[in-house]
Structure formats: structure tokens, C-alpha cells
């Protein structure tokens, strides 16, 4: 069974930074993309920022400039960097993988997303 652990939130003051770390374990399958969410209070979870097997990063607008995604494959461990961060910063974040898994020898495969439980980061002055 696959399990993702988060770690690294925490309480920060405007302008601070944090780094959060996603730990998984028990895969059996080729993890493709991983990726951090957030969710605040009252709001809909969103995709901050995610990372290809190949290296290539995607990251919200709001976070451009300011959050560093990066994995190391060998450790099966996702970071996130978050500098300056601001108040809409705040809710939890999540890590989530995607594991590949190929079925047969033509190649078919199918594709499942795991999900932590989350790290509670909360900017506030």
C-alpha cells in the first residue's frame, strides 16, 4: 500500500519561509508526476505547484517567483520551498503522486493518484 507522509508546516510570519517535505513509500509502480495542493479554509483544493519524472515544473501564477518544487527520485521524496510567503499562503497542503502501472506486454497501463493527509501552513503577523 502506498503512503505519503508531509511534513514541514507550521506557523510563519509574512514574508518568512518554509520548507515542506512528502516522504512515500510502499509503491510498486513507476511514480510519475508529483505535485503539491493546497486548500484554505471555505475554498476549493488547487494545484501549487507539480514536477514530472523528467524534471519539467509546473507552478500556480500566485506562486511564481516565490516556490521551488523539486524531487529526489532515489529517496522517493517531493520538496517544496516557500519563500516571502504572504497570507493567502495559509491552508493545508498536500502531497499527491501519480503511479504508473503497466498492465501487459502491449504496453497498456493505468495511472492512480495517492494522496497525503496533509501539513497545516498558517502566515500570520
Known amino acids: 500500500q502506498v503512503q505519503l507522509v508531509e511534513s514541514g508546516g507550521g506557523l510563519v510570519q509574512p514574508g518568512g519561509s518554509l520548507t515542506l517535505s512528502c516522504v512515500i513509500s510502499?509503491?510498486?509502480?513507476?511514480?510519475?508526476?508529483m505535485g503539491w495542493y493546497r486548500q484554505a479554509p471555505g475554498k476549493e483544493r488547487e494545484l501549487v505547484a507539480d514536477?514530472?519524472?523528467?524534471?519539467?515544473?509546473n507552478y500556480a501564477d500566485s506562486v511564481k517567483g516565490r516556490f521551488t518544487i523539486s524531487r529526489d527520485n532515489a529517496a522517493n521524496t517531493l520538496y517544496l520551498v516557500m519563500n516571502n510567503l504572504k497570507l493567502q499562503d495559509t491552508g493545508v497542503y498536500y502531497c499527491?503522486?501519480?503511479?504508473?502501472?503497466?498492465?501487459?506486454?502491449?504496453?497498456?497501463?493505468?495511472?492512480?493518484?495517492?494522496w497525503g493527509k496533509g501539513t497545516l501552513v498558517t502566515v500570520s503577523s
Open positions: 499527491k503522486v501519480d503511479v504508473r502501472t503497466i498492465v501487459n506486454v502491449e504496453g497498456a497501463y493505468y495511472d492512480r493518484d495517492y
Open positions: 510502499g509503491s510498486r509502480g513507476r511514480i510519475n508526476t
Open positions: 514536477i514530472t519524472s523528467g524534471g519539467s515544473t
